[in-house]
């Protein structure tokens, strides 16, 4: 047997010659770091589906003691000395080897780069925990320096310019992504070889819908998630695997056969 065939033995056909990836993140790849998911058995939503009301925007907006209740529980998600795991690491992996990688994350706690990708290859659809927002004047502020007013006993901390409503620099239920940051997340859908769709339930709008972006302009969408999501049906592959055991077997299959490819080239 030729080396090279003994290489490529275990590659998938639509994890061979890639050279360009596309990867949209949910909660589930975050959850080995020791933050919870949100529609799991153990997630925030199904462990107290009232939660889900004080992350929409009408409510936070208009409800002054949901607007509290919701800042301490927000400030209880905090999660300083939280670590990349080897989902995130895998991704970063894979882009050293040489693939275009490029991560349109549902998440907001900043673990992909964190794990080493620049954050030019990091594209956050729902925002960020590292920064607060005026509603109103759009002034920010470091999230940590809502925190320390919330410690010095602030409940409902205000804007400091304004005295408007400040919220985290995240997109609430309810709340439009930003329309840039969705046309960005389109092109790079469009543009990629292979979509991976990693971690997410794919029921949150729009972000689900690049699987299918991507589909439309010719990409192989391969789906890692523990339960049936609504676009199963258009991917070449569907994973139940855990995505700590699955991620980096793809992303080493696929620089498996990058490295296959260039023996074979010399």
């Known amino acids: 047997m030729n080396p090279n065939d003994a290489m490529n033995a275990d590659v998938p056909a639509?994890?061979?010659?890639?050279?360009?990836?596309?990867?949209?993140?949910?909660?589930?790849?975050s959850t080995d770091?020791?933050?919870?998911?949100?529609?799991?058995?153990?997630?925030?939503?199904?462990?107290?589906?009232?939660?889900?009301?004080?992350?929409?925007?009408?409510?936070?907006?208009?409800?002054?003691?949901g607007r509290r209740r919701f800042w301490r529980i927000y400030a209880g998600m905090r999660r300083d000395g939280v670590r990349p795991n080897v989902a995130h690491e895998a991704l970063a992996r894979l882009d050293a080897s040489g693939v275009a990688v490029r991560v349109l994350t549902q998440n907001i706690d900043g673990l992909h780069q964190k794990a080493g990708l620049a954050a030019r290859k990091v594209l956050e659809l729902h925002g960020n925990m590292a920064e607060a927002e005026c509603t109103r004047c759009h002034v920010k502020e470091p999230i940590g320096a809502v925190f320390d007013r919330m410690a010095a006993g602030e409940d409902d901390p205000a804007c400091r310019s304004c005295g408007a409503v400040v919220q985290p620099s995240i997109v609430m239920f309810g709340q439009f992504l930003d329309p840039d940051v969705?046309?960005?997340?389109?092109?790079?859908?469009?543009?990629?070889?292979?979509?991976?769709?990693?971690?997410s339930s794919l029921t949150v709008e729009p972000a689900a819908g690049l699987c299918a972006v991507a589909v439309e302009s010719g990409a192989t969408l391969v789906i890692v998630n523990r339960d049936p999501t609504p676009y199963d049906h258009l991917a070449a592959e569907v994973v139940r695997e855990p995505v700590g055991v699955a991620l980096p077997r793809i992303c080493d299959a696929i620089i498996c056969d990058r490295k296959a490819g260039s023996i074979g080239g010399t």
């Open 14 to 29: 639509w994890a061979r010659g890639v050279t360009r990836v596309a990867v949209l993140t949910g909660a589930g790849v």
């Open 182 to 199: 969705l046309s960005h997340a389109a092109a790079i859908a469009r543009a990629g070889g292979l979509f991976l769709a990693v971690g």
């Open 33 to 65: 770091s020791g933050i919870p998911d949100y529609r799991g058995p153990e997630g925030l939503w199904t462990k107290d589906p009232s939660l889900a009301g004080l992350f929409t925007r009408e409510h936070f907006l208009a409800d002054a003691e």
